[in-house]
């Protein structure tokens, strides 16, 4: 199905999309990164409704959101790390974990009470002129069940999420890839989740950033569980041959073939073509007629290191 772009279609899109978050109700719509269900970022009913549909766990927050720099320091406090990546990386697929302000109005259940919230500005077009229409910023994860692979385009949507809320259809998202989570409230900046921006373009601008360790993880990153961007059969990493009833998710040009049907990421190597079509390509393979799916070895750099942490996450068996 080809997506409608037409500007009387996002037009109308986003006049009614706005009815509905003002109402307290969810929409799903477009980012770079991957599709967002978003819900008004100051009301606690409205944000419940984002755990409930998901099947998400409340210990696993979601980000906010914002039209601009302006409206994020309304709500929290920024330091100078804050800025210098802000500066650099938004609007864009950077999510800061900032510290709010006691006067803030986001609403607790968006990060479990707690005092750090995840935020970003994203760089969509739609997505900029919904949060520019409305007087609150939006809470959204990404739109898929929990646990499940994230949409980069409203075919991919769960028959649950598209049946049932209002969406917005932007075509393909641009990135493919969830935003790199950084926590910045303290002097150690750290990255939470490998995203699409890359370890070595964040290191051009914060040399002594690091990625955080496993054991901290529970605390600081509720939200990364192992298990998580699964498809719904099995799946192998890094495979070496194909096995009989599997298809293939290739990269690059070698001697893997499925008997099946197979996907190449990128033919020609790049990164940010396989990165781009990843969740887009797992789920044309996530068939039940399919005894599973084989992934080619992808190299772990730039945003190979991004591609190959979700799908670890996907072969795993923990919740
Ligand atoms: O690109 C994206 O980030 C997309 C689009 C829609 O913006 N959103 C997204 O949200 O991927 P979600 O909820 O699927 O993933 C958010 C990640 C989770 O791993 C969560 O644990 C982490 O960010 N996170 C959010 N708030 C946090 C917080 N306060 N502290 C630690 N980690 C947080
Ligand atoms: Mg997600």
């Not at 919904?130 to 385009?153: E, G, M, Q, R, V």
Request: hydrophobic share 35%.
């Amino acid at each position: 199905m080809k997506p409608i772009l037409d500007k009387k279609y996002i037009k109308n899109a986003l006049k009614k999309a706005k009815k509905i978050l003002l109402s307290g109700e969810l929409v799903i719509f477009p980012t770079e990164t991957v599709y967002g269900i978003g819900a008004n970022a100051t009301n606690l009913n409205a944000i419940q409704k984002i755990y409930e549909i998901k099947k998400r766990p409340y210990n696993n927050p979601l980000i906010c959101h914002f039209q601009n720099l302006q409206k994020i320091q309304n709500d929290f406090e920024i330091n100078e790390v804050a800025y210098k990546l802000a500066d650099f990386f938004w609007p864009g697929p950077l999510t800061l974990i900032l510290k709010k302000k006691k006067s803030s109005t986001i609403s607790f259940n968006v990060s479990n009470n707690n005092e750090l919230v995840g935020c970003r500005i994203p760089n969509h077009p739609i997505a900029g002129k919904l949060l520019k229409s409305i007087p609150f910023p939006i809470a959204a994860p990404s739109a898929n069940i929990s646990t499940k692979l994230s949409s980069t385009n409203i075919n991919n949507l769960d028959n649950e999420l598209k049946n049932n809320i209002f969406f917005i259809d932007g075509g393909d998202s641009y990135h493919g890839l969830e935003s790199t989570v950084i926590n910045v409230s303290s002097n150690y900046p750290t990255i939470l989740r490998y995203g699409s921006i890359t370890v070595e373009q964040l290191k051009k601008i914060i040399p002594n950033i690091n990625f955080i360790k496993k054991n901290n993880l529970t605390h600081l990153a509720p939200g990364q569980q192992k298990k998580h961007y699964s498809p719904n059969i099995p799946i192998r990493i890094n495979v070496k041959k194909v096995l009989e009833g599997e298809v293939l998710l290739n990269f690059g040009k070698n001697n893997l073939k499925s008997k099946l049907f197979e996907l190449n990421l990128s033919p020609s190597r790049n990164l940010k073509e396989a990165g781009k079509n990843l969740y887009n390509f797992l789920h044309q393979l996530d068939k039940y007629e399919y005894k599973g799916i084989a992934v080619a070895p992808i190299p772990n750099h730039n945003l190979g290191k991004t591609i190959n942490d979700r799908l670890k996450r996907a072969i795993s068996n923990d919740s």
